[in-house]
Structures are given as C-alpha cells and as structure tokens.
C-alpha cells in the first residue's frame, strides 16, 4: 500500500495560510506557488495549502472540515502550547481539558481548520 504521508487543507489564500503556518511552525515552507504552500514537518508528514479555488477536481467542502493533531511530551508542554497560541492571536475552540486519551486544547487556523495539541495519558494512570 502506498505510504500516506500527506495532509492537505483547502484555504482561501495560501500565501496567507503560508504567512500563519510558517510562524506557527517556526519554520519555512518548502514549495510555494500562488495556488499552493507546502510544509515538511519533523515527523515526516508533507502538510499542503491549496487554494479552495483551484483545487482539482474542485472541493465541495468549505474551509475547517479537517483537524491536525500535534503530540507533545507532557501536559506541561500542552499549557504552555495553549498560552502561546493564545497570546498569539489563536482563536481557542477548547481551552486546556483532561480527557480519557490525555490533556488537549484545540484552536483554529485563519480558514476554520480545527488545530489540536494534546499529550497521551501518562501510562501509570492509563493502565487504572
């Protein structure tokens, strides 16, 4: 089977989303066109902007029907995510909550795509 290792969102302007992921991300992208943003992130995932315009064949679906997911380390880490997220401007769907998989914060990009950072369940307390 082949190997799915890339995420796209369809924005309304890439050029914009490219400008909001690259300082997100602390990273450039590695393709840009007028029509198009592309990220390689740490983990190997290929993350694309494509314009909701030019997309082919055309998408049915307005912005902020997909959700990516960032796993971090700790809960620390999710606080401190959330608190910079949020200084930045971020809009926060779900503050940070403790849930049955672990602690999590969901904030959106500029198009409404769901962003969620959260840190697995340590195992001492999973295995109860």
Known sequence: MPSQNYVLFYVESPAASATFYRDLLAREP???????ALFALDSGLMF?????????PAAGAAG???ELAFTVE???IVDATHADWQARGLSILQAPTTLDFGRT????DPDGHRLRVFAPMPEAEGAQ
């Open 30 to 36: 590695v393709e840009t066109s007028p029509t198009f």
């Open 48 to 56: 694309g902007l494509w314009s909701r315009h030019t997309v082919e």
């Open 64 to 66: 902020g029907g997909a």
């Open 74 to 76: 700790t809960y620390a």
């Open 105 to 108: 914060f969901v904030a959106t």
